[in-house]
């Protein structure tokens, strides 16, 4: 039955480059899904800083203008009394909040774009692959398409983490889906696992019908590990050291 969707050999110098291509393609997929959030932040005026996996921003003129009314009716606000520019500041406070939402929205926006993109392009390309054999620019295309196995990831990585502390809440994570979910008032996941039910069918879609019955094996044990080392390579070992 196995064998009717995947062959059991494997392909020892194409599982290299697969594995390089996913140590690759976890730091690119890091790094462009934390200038998704940082496109947003630029775009209403913040200053900003992208690390080797995470962003800061600061210093918009809102957010300027709001630390400068705080600092000056700072005894009125502490006391909750009434002062000259109350009703500015909670004006300021809202225009802060939204700007967070939509900055937090950039990051799964862009990862989400990028993947939909290239699984389009690898979907008009069905046919030529199935005829021709892989070239370099399909294999490209999966890579980029997987880009939606991150939401997969969230949710797994968010389970086996509070599995680690002896409880279970697959909800109980910081990803960026839980984050809007929680800022509109939604049940937590109702954000997180519809994307990442969506990214394992994508996966699963990219790996038994766009890829080769041939490489699957291949791609799937390669494709593993090569996760797993780009994730300790990049964020744990190299990432800290050259983008602190």
């Given at each position: 039955?196995?064998?009717?969707?995947?062959?059991?050999?494997?392909?020892?110098?194409?599982?290299?480059?697969?594995?390089?291509?996913?140590?690759?393609?976890?730091?690119?997929?890091?790094?462009?899904?934390?200038?998704?959030?940082?496109?947003?932040?630029?775009?209403?005026?913040?200053?900003?800083?992208?690390?080797?996996?995470?962003?800061?921003?600061?210093?918009?003129?809102?957010?300027?203008?709001?630390?400068t009314?705080?600092?000056?009716?700072?005894?009125?606000?502490?006391?909750?009394?009434?002062?000259?520019?109350?009703?500015?500041?909670?004006e300021?406070?809202?225009?802060?909040?939204?700007?967070?939402?939509?900055?937090?929205?950039?990051g799964?926006?862009?990862?989400?774009?990028?993947?939909?993109?290239?699984?389009?392009?690898?979907?008009?390309?069905?046919?030529?692959?199935?005829?021709l054999?892989?070239?370099?620019?399909?294999?490209?295309?999966?890579?980029?398409?997987?880009?939606?196995?991150?939401?997969?990831?969230?949710?797994?990585?968010?389970?086996?983490?509070?599995?680690?502390?002896?409880?279970?809440?697959?909800?109980?994570?910081?990803?960026?889906?839980?984050?809007?979910?929680?800022?509109?008032?939604?049940?937590?996941?109702?954000?997180?696992?519809?994307?990442?039910?969506?990214?394992?069918?994508i996966?699963?879609?990219?790996?038994?019908?766009?890829?080769?019955?041939?490489?699957?094996?291949?791609?799937?044990?390669?494709?593993?590990?090569?996760?797993?080392?780009?994730?300790?390579?990049?964020?744990?070992?190299?990432?800290?050291?050259?983008?602190?």
């Open positions: 039955m196995l064998k009717k969707y995947i062959s059991l050999h494997i392909y020892p110098k194409l599982a290299l480059w697969i594995l390089i291509g996913f140590i690759g393609c976890t730091i690119v997929g890091t790094l462009t899904h934390e200038l998704g959030h940082i496109a947003f932040a630029k775009a209403f005026g913040y200053k900003t800083h992208l690390g080797y996996g995470y962003m800061n921003y600061y210093d918009s003129p809102f957010s300027i203008e709001f630390d009314i705080t600092a000056r009716h700072q005894e009125a606000i502490s006391s909750n009394s009434d002062f000259l520019e109350k009703e500015r500041r909670e300021l406070l809202q225009i802060i909040s939204k700007h967070r939402m939509w900055v937090i929205f950039g799964p926006l862009q990862t989400i774009l990028t993947g939909t993109i290239a699984l389009f392009l690898l979907y008009r390309q069905q046919k030529e692959i199935q005829e054999g892989m070239k370099w620019t399909h294999w490209l295309l999966v890579f980029l398409s997987l880009f939606w196995f991150r939401e997969t990831t969230n949710l797994a990585v968010g389970v086996l983490q509070t599995l680690s502390k002896g409880s279970f809440d697959p909800f109980g994570g910081r990803s960026d889906e839980l984050r809007l979910a929680r800022w509109l008032g939604w049940w937590e996941g109702s954000i997180s696992l519809p994307l990442a039910l969506l990214g394992l069918a996966g699963m879609y990219v790996i038994f019908r766009i890829l080769p019955k041939s490489v699957r094996l291949t791609f799937l044990s390669a494709g593993f590990m090569g996760g797993i080392l780009g994730y300790m390579i990049w964020l744990v070992w190299v990432g800290p050291i050259l983008m602190p």
